[in-house]
Nanobody, 124 residues
Framework: QVQLVESGGGLVQAGGSLRLSCAAS????????MGWFRQPPGKDRDFVAT????????AYADSVKGRFTISRDNAKNTVYLQMNSLKPEDTAIYYC?????????????????WGQGTQVTVSS
């Protein structure tokens, strides 16, 4: 069992930066691939980024590539999403997710545990 708690969301102006954190509890974190997803207002939840258990493999949605960076610290049981050059269209609830597998995955169906989400609002 893995429990996930996101933090770091908030209101930021376009062009600004935020760093989201996801603290995980559970002894399987270090062997779990992790992902970030987001759900804009009135839309479906979409993939943002994923990272393998070791941090050696990552993948990003085209819409965030070059602006967002996913990373993890297994010693702290935490995964991060550094978001730079934020745009109003990045406004969404951001969710952290964990897999019962070590490799990356873009699909929601590949994740077994989810956090409650943190709101990110980017003003123009």
């Amino acid at each position: 069992q893995v429990q996930l708690v996101e933090s770091g969301g908030g209101l930021v102006q376009a062009g600004g930066s935020l760093r989201l954190s996801c603290a995980a509890s559970g002894r399987t974190f270090s062997s779990s691939a992790m992902g970030w997803f987001r759900q804009p207002p009135g839309k479906d939840r979409d993939f943002v980024a994923t990272i393998s258990w070791s941090g050696g493999s990552t993948a990003y949605a085209d819409s965030v590539k070059g602006r967002f960076t996913i990373s993890r610290d297994n010693a702290k049981n935490t995964v991060y999403l550094q978001m730079n050059s934020l745009k109003p269209e990045d406004t969404a609830i951001y969710y952290c997710a964990a897999r019962q597998a070590s490799n990356t995955r873009r699909s929601e169906s590949g994740y077994d545990y989810w956090g409650q989400g943190t709101q990110v609002t980017v003003s123009s």
